[in-house]
Structure formats: structure tokens, C-alpha cells
């Protein structure tokens, strides 16, 4: 099995911390010296600092001020304590804006953006690469080579778009680097519908609210030229810093499963995953919905590099920007945070470390309140998190092992949210997604959410929800995938359209149509008050029994030698083909025609499925609702996370397994009592 290396070879153990804004409070040095005290008492090894500090690093145009920042490495490299340095351009200072208004963005109603927040500035602008560089030249020279740092921040939670002229020139760029010729392009697009056909490169322009905006293919070309181009903004920060010492590693922090930019090909340029989870705990009396959704990020977010990733913010304690600002139950801090270690995270960091006294986040959790000392429960939570963290050190860089597999693509996201039917008042990928995901969280199997072109090689059950963009190439890589023996489930409007948003002609699931022996017809949007049901056929092979409700999406197929499992209960089509498997070559690819909303219907499938495919799960035990088990591995051991986000005091009665308890050494066998919010560490040799 293959361990990966510590993130930092200075620091080879977990990194707890959080972002530090040391120059909000240099008119008051004392606080400096107690936030060292307080570091140390809390268990906490590494900051990442900087992330803002444009206008205290470089105050105006060409006076630069780097005491502060001396200071604040040197104390921590006496004191042990490390830093994610970052670079500052996440939010350009006023002067910039004021001296050189054309870094603001351009909106997609080409209106220029005053100045103010975050990430308002434009990727493309020469100025604003120009004066970037400056400052990271800058860092570089002066802190590339510092003992504290252990690598760069790259700016903060990149997002957004700019539309002025810069960027209107790059995007025709990109596209005639893309399609080589205007007919070309005109048959990407489909332009012949309303006329749309271009004459002229110069007439290619951004989806714009009053302007072209029903062009698919453009709206889908032009997302993925957000991704790129903001991808080559974050190549230009970091060559200065590269090319000074090229062995500190860079990373930027990421949001979950954020919309706007194509994550996985941001993973192809930077070298640490890291990313900000904040929950909205205790919304209901189960955590369940909450934490299925953020293991699944955690695994998307592994799966990316498919090596441990960093968990770069969370909160210690609440935040100010949900729509609620809940306190974490007693426990919850210790649950979340080693939920993420179990999905593969090797750091638990926060924002924030100190409260800011002022502006929008002032209410934000942090490590310290504004009351400024230990003695408060977060505190308290927080260093009990540190010092368990501080004996995990032998789980350091291993992987998670598994083998079941979700195909989750972006571009096929947004194809799936700009399609025009069949429900445009909800069509629910993302939610899709997370219903065959839940079954397998529920069961404990270990996850990877995958993308198209990805090996498949090493798994055994691969997940295939709502492929509608769906490239030929892959749906030839998941063919070879079933005739070698594993198994797929695919659902309903997959294979509709390729990557350019059309089409297939000769009937769906386009390239899955010979791999899954059906034929889709037509697909049915349901009123959100209309129901149907699947009813499971007698004697059919998964041994499944009963009817489930449906609802939302129907679609009505012809068996083309697949196996029919179950049939819809109502409605014209009642009787017909829902549920079906086709056996291909030494594997089976089933078929799942319309949305089931009873969350039983998904745990009998996928246990079933689990058990024929052997698909390892963390644990061979039966679960209670809420309770799941996560596993890390370094080869020789087991380390199986068992996590309770039921609610309430539960037990689980163990396998046959010899397990110790990783943190006390203590033989378990029998039932394991779990408190509320609690969590067990187990070891077993594998």
C-alpha cells in the first residue's frame, strides 16, 4: 500500500492550527506574545498567515514594510511553531484601486465593479499579474528558505468571473485555440438554432444577461475558460515563489463542492489539497444529512490527488455568515474534526485563531474570544483536540483504500443545471448524487469520488448518477470496466448529450446504450406533488422485495436484453421496465430509470451490490441510522474511525476482528458504546 510522505518535512506530524492576522493587532504587540503562550497551551503547530495583508505589507505603491512579518517567523521558528505563508491577492489594496482602476472586475452586465470585498479583481489585467508578481517576488526572496515555513497559501478561496475587455480577448483566444476554425466552432455551438451562427471571431463574446445567453456550448465553454484562466493566474503567483525554492509546496484553500470552478483540473497544479469545511451542525436531531455531505467532500477532495489533503479552515466553534450562527454540542468539535482525518485529511485548522475586534467577521468563531485567555470551553475544546491529534502521528500520509467509486464530473454539472428539462424547477444532480453516495456512507465503505478519464482499474463498484454529459471515450472506459468484471449502476438521463453539449443521435444512453442493454425513449418531469412507485419483481436477482414511492424524474425504457428487476407501480407506464441488469462480458451494469425518494430503497441495493461485488467495508457489522465507520490504512493496520452522528448514545457490537483502541492501547471486543457525538479509534492488523 502506498504511504505518501508528510505534507511538510518539517513538520511530519498533524498539522493543528489556524489562520493568524497578526497585522490586525500591531498597534497592541502584548497580544503577539500571548497568542505565542496560547499557540503552545493549545496544542497548535502551524498558521497560515498573511492571507490579507496586502495593505500592511506594502502600504502604498512601492513602500514596502516586511518588519512585522520577520517578526512574527522568528518568534514561531523559536517557539516550534510553523506557517502557511500566503500570498496577499485575494483583496488588492485601495491605492491599487484607486491608481489603476482596470484590476477591477468587469460584471456580465459590463458594468466595472467599484471597489471593495474580496477576489474583485481581474485575472487577466497586465497591471494586476504585474504588481502580483511584485509582492510574491518579494516573499519569495525574503521568506523561501525561512525554518517556519512550510509552504505558500496561494491567495484565498479563488471564485468569480470578470467580463471586461481583457477577459472578452483571452476567452476568443482560448475558444480559436479550441475549435481552429469558425465552422467549427458554429457546429460545437449548434449556432444554426435562432441564427446564432458566427462570421467572425471578433463576435464571440461571454453569456451575458442582456445579451447571448441560450447558447449552451458557449455558457459551457465559457465556465471552463473561468477555470482555466484563473488556473493560469494561480501558475503566474506561484513562479517567483517556485523559482526561489521550488521544493516548498503550494496550495490554495478550496470550498465544498463549489460550483464555479473545475476543482479537478485545479489539482493538476497544485501540489496539497486543501479546502474549508464548515458544517451547519444541530440543524436536526440527527447530524446525518450534515455529515454524509461533508464526508463526501472529504472524499472528493482526497480523490483528487488520491493522497491526503489538508482541512485548511473549519470553525472551533460557530460562524457569522450561515443563516444561523449554531454553537457546537459538547463533542462536536472532536466528531468533525476527526471526521475529516478519517476521510484522509493529515491537518485540522480553523478560522480563525484570534476574534477579529471590527468589520464583518468579528463574530466569526475563533480559537480566542474577545475576552483574549484560555478559559473557555472552545479553548478547552480545541487543545483536547491538539493533544489527541498529537498522538495520531503514526497515521500520518496513509491512504484511504478504496474500492467503490462515484463519477462526479463539473462540466457535467453545469450541462445538467443549463439543459432546459426535464424539471427546470429542480433537477437536483447534486442531491442525486448524495442519495447513492449516503447508502454507501451509511454501510461504511470507503469512497472515491472520481472524473471522467480516471482509472478504474482498482475498483470493484462504480457509480454512475446522472451522467447526462457524458464522453464517448469514458463511456468506452466504463465498457472495458464491466467486461473485466466489475459492476456499474448507472441511472436515469445519462449518456444524453457529449462534450459539447449535444446530443447523441441513435438513441440514449448514447455511448452506455450496448453496455446496459436498454433503450431510453422518453424522459418525464413529475409536479413535485405527483408520486409513483418501483415494485420489485418476484424471485429477481438481488433478492430485493416490496415497492418504493418515486418521484420528481420517470423515464420510460425498452429492455435490449437487460434483465428487468423491477417495474413502475402507476401511471400509463405502469408495468414497464425501472430497474434492470445487464450481464457484459464478466460484470453487470444495472440501471435505475426514475428517482426513488425512500432512502431504504438505496441501503438494500448497495448492501446488496456490496456484498456480491465484496467491496470492503470498514467494518462487517451492522451500523445504526447515523452511525458510520471510515477507514485509513498503511498496509500492516487497519485504523477504522468509528463516528457517531446519530444524536443520541448508541452501541455497535464489533466483528471478529482483534481491535485496540489507538488512543489507550485497550483490547476491545463485544459492544462499543458510543456517547453522543462520540468517536472511537480502532486498530486491527489487516
Known amino acids: 500500500m502506498n504511504i505518501h510522505s508528510p505534507i511538510s518535512n518539517k513538520l511530519p506530524v498533524f498539522m493543528h492550527g489556524a489562520d493568524y492576522n497578526p497585522d490586525q493587532w500591531l498597534h497592541n504587540p502584548s497580544i503577539f506574545e500571548e497568542d505565542i503562550r496560547l499557540m503552545k497551551l493549545a496544542h497548535c503547530n502551524v498558521m497560515a498567515i498573511g492571507i490579507f495583508s496586502w495593505a500592511s505589507l506594502e502600504a502604498t505603491e512601492g513602500t514596502f514594510t516586511f518588519e512585522w512579518m520577520d517578526h512574527v517567523l522568528d518568534t514561531f521558528a523559536a517557539n516550534g511553531i510553523y506557517a502557511w505563508l500566503a500570498t496577499p491577492s485575494g483583496a488588492r489594496p485601495a491605492w491599487m484601486s484607486q491608481q489603476y482602476p482596470e484590476v477591477l472586475r468587469v460584471g456580465a452586465n459590463r458594468q466595472r465593479n467599484l471597489h471593495g470585498g474580496r477576489h474583485n479583481h481581474c485575472f487577466t489585467s497586465p497591471v494586476y499579474r504585474e504588481k502580483v508578481t511584485i509582492m510574491n517576488k518579494k516573499l519569495a526572496e525574503r521568506y523561501a528558505f525561512h525554518p517556519a515555513v512550510v509552504g505558500w497559501h496561494i491567495s484565498n478561496e479563488f471564485g468569480g468571473e470578470c467580463h471586461c475587455d481583457y477577459c472578452q480577448a483571452a476567452f476568443r483566444q482560448w475558444v480559436e485555440r479550441k475549435y481552429g476554425t469558425l465552422e467549427a466552432l458554429n457546429l460545437a455551438w449548434w449556432t444554426t438554432f435562432w441564427s446564432h451562427t458566427y462570421t467572425d471571431w471578433s463576435q464571440v463574446e461571454s453569456p451575458a444577461p442582456h445579451g447571448e445567453s441560450g447558447v449552451h456550448g458557449l455558457n459551457l465553454d465559457w465556465k471552463r475558460f473561468v477555470t482555466d484562466q484563473t488556473i493560469d493566474f494561480y501558475k503566474h503567483e506561484i513562479k517567483p515563489l ?21 476543482y479537478r483540473k485545479f489539482a493538476e497544479v497544485v501540489d496539497v489539497i486543501s479546502w474549508d469545511a464548515y458544517p451547519t451542525w444541530h440543524e436536526a436531531n440527527s447530524e446525518g444529512n450534515q455529515a454524509a455531505w461533508f464526508a463526501f467532500n472529504h472524499d472528493l477532495f482526497r480523490s483528487l490527488k488520491k493522497k491526503p489533503f489538508l482541512l485548511m479552515e473549519s470553525t472551533p466553534s460557530l460562524t457569522n455568515w450561515q443563516p444561523v450562527s449554531k454553537l457546537k454540542k459538547p463533542g462536536m468539535h472532536q466528531l468533525s474534526s476527526l471526521q475529516a482525518v478519517a476521510h484522509g485529511s493529515d491537518s485540522v485548522q480553523y478560522f480563525q485563531w484570534r476574534k477579529s475586534r471590527g468589520s464583518s467577521e468579528k463574530f466569526h468563531g475563533a480559537v480566542i474570544d474577545h475576552v483574549g485567555h484560555e478559559f473557555t470551553r472552545v479553548f478547552s475544546d480545541v487543545a483536547s483536540l491538539g493533544k489527541t491529534l498529537s498522538n495520531l502521528s503514526e497515521i500520518i500520509g496513509t491512504p484511504v483504500p478504496a474500492e467503490a467509486a462515484i463519477l462526479f464530473d463539473w462540466d457535467n454539472r453545469w450541462a445538467v443545471n443549463d439543459a432546459q428539462g426535464p424539471r427546470n424547477k429542480g433537477i437536483h444532480y447534486e442531491g442525486t448524487v448524495m442519495q447513492h453516495y449516503r447508502a454507501l456512507w451509511e454501510l461504511g465503505v470507503p469512497t472515491d469520488i472520481i472524473g471522467s478519464g480516471d482509472d478504474l482499474s482498482t475498483y470493484k463498484l462504480l457509480l454512475v448518477p446522472m451522467a447526462y454529459l457524458l464522453r464517448e471515450e469514458m463511456g468506452e472506459q466504463i465498457e472495458r470496466f464491466v467486461a473485466n468484471g466489475g459492476t456499474v449502476v448507472v441511472t436515469y438521463w445519462s449518456g444524453i448529450v457529449n462534450e459539447n453539449d449535444l446530443c447523441y443521435l441513435n438513441g440514449f444512453p448514447g455511448p452506455l446504450r450496448n453496455l446496459l442493454g436498454i433503450w431510453a425513449e422518453e424522459i418525464e418531469g413529475l409536479h413535485d406533488h405527483d408520486r409513483n412507485g418501483i415494485v420489485l419483481q418476484e424471485g429477481n436477482e438481488l433478492g430485493l422485495q416490496g415497492s418504493f414511492e418515486v418521484h420528481e424524474i420517470c423515464e420510460l425504457i425498452h429492455s435490449e436484453g ?22 457484459f462480458g464478466q460484470g453487470k451494469a444495472y440501471y435505475l430509470a426514475a428517482r426513488v425518494s425512500d432512502p431504504a430503497f438505496y441501503e438494500s441495493l448497495y448492501g446488496r451490490l456490496v456484498q456480491d461485488t465484496g467491496v470492503k467495508r470498514s467494518m462487517d457489522v451492522q451500523l445504526p441510522t447515523g452511525v458510520t465507520a471510515q477507514l485509513r490504512s498503511d498496509g500492516q493496520y487497519d485504523y477504522v474511525f468509528i463516528l457517531n452522528f446519530s444524536g443520541v448514545a448508541t452501541e455497535i457490537n464489533l466483528d471478529h476482528s482483534s481491535y485496540v483502541d489507538f488512543e489507550t492501547g485497550e483490547d476491545i471486543t463485544g459492544a462499543l458504546q458510543l456517547p453522543q457525538y462520540g468517536v472511537r479509534i480502532l486498530r486491527r492488523t489487516r
Open 242 to 262: 517556485k523559482a526561489a525554492n521550488s521544493d516548498l509546496p503550494c496550495t490554495t484553500n478550496m470550498m465544498d463542492l463549489f460550483y464555479d470552478l473545475d
Open 562 to 583: 437487460a434483465e428487468v428487476l423491477a417495474v413502475y407501480q402507476d401511471d400509463f407506464y405502469a408495468g414497464r421496465a425501472v430497474l434492470t441488469v445487464h450481464t
